[in-house]
Nanobody, 127 residues
Framework: QVLLEESGGGLVQPGDSLTLSCTAS????????VGWFRQASGKEREFVAG????????MYADSKKGRFAISRDNAKNTVYLQIFSLKPEDTAVYSC????????????????????WGQGTQVIVSS
């Protein structure tokens, strides 16, 4: 079992950048693939980006390429999601999720691949 905690959300203005953090409770985090998902009010949860545990291979939803960057710092048990040029439509609860250890060697885009989830952090983009 791994506990995940997201941080870094808040109220930002259009055009700003933001870095979200996902920190895990234990060192096995370094052997888990991690994904970021978001859910806007009244909409379904969608995949944003993922990073594999080995090689830090990344994957992005097609619509997220260019403005989102995922990375991991295994020494800090943390995965980051940078969001650039924020738009009002980026307003959502952003959640990170982790797989079981050694699940795959590539990032995974499907929510069902991730049994462990954080509580989420709210991002509001508004002027």
């Amino acid at each position: 079992q791994v506990l995940l905690e997201e941080s870094g959300g808040g109220l930002v203005q259009p055009g700003d950048s933001l870095t979200l953090s996902c920190t895990a409770s234990e060192r096995t985090f370094v052997t888990r693939d991690v994904g970021w998902f978001r859910q806007a009010s009244g909409k379904e949860r969608e995949f944003v980006a993922g990073v594999s545990w080995i090689g830090s291979h990344t994957m992005y939803a097609d619509s997220k390429k260019g403005r989102f960057a995922i990375s991991r710092d295994n020494a800090k048990n943390t995965v980051y999601l940078q969001i650039f040029s924020l738009k009002p439509e980026d307003t959502a609860v952003y959640s990170c999720a982790a797989t079981e250890p050694f699940t795959a060697t590539a990032a995974l885009p499907t929510a069902s691949d991730y049994p462990y989830w954080g509580q989420g952090t709210q991002v509001i983009v508004s002027s």
